[in-house]
T-cell receptor, first 114, second 113 residues
Framework: KAGVTQTPRYLIKTRGQQVTLSCSPI?????VSWYQQTPGQGLQFLFE???????NKGNFPGRFSGRQFSNSRSEMNVSTLELGDSALYLC?????????????FGPGTRLLVL | GNSVTQMEGPVTLSEEAFLTINCTYT??????LFWYVQYPGEGLQLLLK?????DKGSNKGFEATYRKETTSFHLEKGSVQVSDSAVYFCALSDALTGNQFYFGTGTSLTVIP
């Protein structure tokens, strides 16, 4: 089975712009979660989607949003970019998102905001 | 609330040395516990997991036992190799707070020949 894929792998944007990141989960997986990884804050949960519905959300401002399509692919969008949004954004998928399920991570999208 | 406290790094060991990375947790309910590994430039890979107290997870020579009495899930390996050099993350997932993962800060391990 193909793993979780994320596109693009690298992105450079300037402050004030917006960006959309894409994640394709493992075939058959219906839960997709997004995490932000920074040296200062570590790994922080952004949100989780299941069957096209946001089921859980972390403590991030409304500039961070996402969606999930009927084929389980997911996108996250960050509007009005700030320098502090520079990070590695990781997507993870699992079958149905149960607490004891393994989450399978993609390679990440590295975003640099200038 | 939920949180994971992980041993500070970086850790540098000689090849074939014994490895322990400490991890303790605080959880609202009955969490599942995980160890993930991240190699440079890559995402996280599951190393092992345990879903209930006294369970032992093991993989590639790594082991960790879910200790409810000490709220710990320490990672151990008897003989490390250069290829084990990576960053290791302890994480928990608790059904009472959805399936989001709470991660420790990560421990960087370097194994020298």
């Amino acid at each position: 089975k193909a793993g979780v894929t994320q596109t693009p792998r690298y992105l450079i944007k300037t402050r004030g712009q917006q960006v959309t990141l894409s994640c394709s989960p493992i075939s058959g997986h219906r839960s997709v979660s997004w995490y932000q990884q920074t040296p200062g804050q570590g790994l922080q949960f952004l949100f989780e989607y299941f069957s096209e519905t946001q089921r859980n959300k972390g403590n991030f401002p409304g500039r961070f949003s996402g969606r999930q399509f009927s084929n389980s692919r997911s996108e996250m969008n960050v509007s009005t970019l700030e320098l502090g949004d520079s990070a590695l954004y990781l997507c993870a998928s699992s079958l149905v998102g149960g607490a004891s399920e393994t989450q399978y991570f993609g390679p990440g999208t590295r975003l640099l905001v200038l | 609330g939920n949180s994971v406290t992980q041993m500070e790094g970086p850790v540098t060991l000689s090849e074939e040395a014994f490895l322990t990375i400490n991890c303790t947790y605080t959880a609202t309910g009955y969490p599942s516990l995980f160890w993930y590994v991240q190699y440079p430039g890559e995402g996280l890979q599951l190393l092992l997991k345990a879903t209930k107290a006294d369970d032992k997870g093991s993989n590639k020579g790594f082991e960790a036992t879910y200790r409810k009495e000490t709220t710990s899930f320490h990672l151990e390996k008897g003989s490390v190799q250069v290829s084990d050099s990576a960053v290791y993350f302890c994480a928990l997932s608790d059904a009472l707070t959805g399936n989001q993962f709470y991660f420790g800060t990560g421990t960087s391990l370097t194994v020298i020949p």
